[in-house]
């Protein structure tokens, strides 16, 4: 019963979010376990680019350390924000949202050739919150019941978040940079004078995960009311 009520939960996160998530997880289990190790799985350019283990341009997104602390933090805002914007602005536009992995993943993957980085799944995390907060400015945020601020600031409490544990901000720093290039090219260009969609899903990608009809039924999880967790509870503005 307790497997057919989690199956059934577990089906009911979209795909994007679903399978990231579910590869985070596996991956982390694998290294518990012990069957592979994060020397397998670090972003290295000359073992990409000269021994051709080309891997390691995918696992470097999977892999936020041992269980802990700071593999559930991520993984809670990982799921949480990764729904909420597959649900939310991305709601009927899986093949949107994939091409957003993509291009997301092709900048801190260039970026990544510079900075001293070999895991890049928490600032790829810091991108999703970024492009949430920004697509939803009006919402208010409370941050562990110790601060209340609507939600473009969150990725910056993150960074301060992140400062305070004593972790380098470069990660963060990566992840807003990457999230404000995509916000910029995709919301803020096309609508000024002289602008245009520079970005544009690959025919391919629709053709794989759009589906030609949506279902009106269909009730997702409400971008405006985050809810579940202190750390990162928002509501509008006025409600």
Known sequence: MAYQTFRQEYLQVPPVTRAYTTACVLTTAAVQLELITPFQLYFNPELIFKHFQVWRLITNYLFFGPVGFNFLFNMIFLYRYCRMLEEGSFRGRTADFVFMFLFGGFLMTLFGLFVNLVFLGQAFTIMLVYVWSRRNPYVR???????????????????????????????????????????????????????????????????IFDTPEDDPNYNPLPEERPGGFAWGEGQRLGG
Do not use: C
């Open 141 to 207: 945020m409370n941050f562990f019941g110790l601060l209340i601020f609507q939600a473009p600031f969150l990725p910056w409490v993150l960074m301060g978040f992140s400062l305070l544990l004593g972790n380098s901000i470069i990660v963060d720093l990566l992840g807003i940079a990457v999230g404000h290039i995509y916000f910029f090219l995709e919301d803020v260009f096309p609508n000024q004078p002289g602008g245009g969609r520079l970005l544009r899903t690959p025919s391919v990608l629709k053709a």
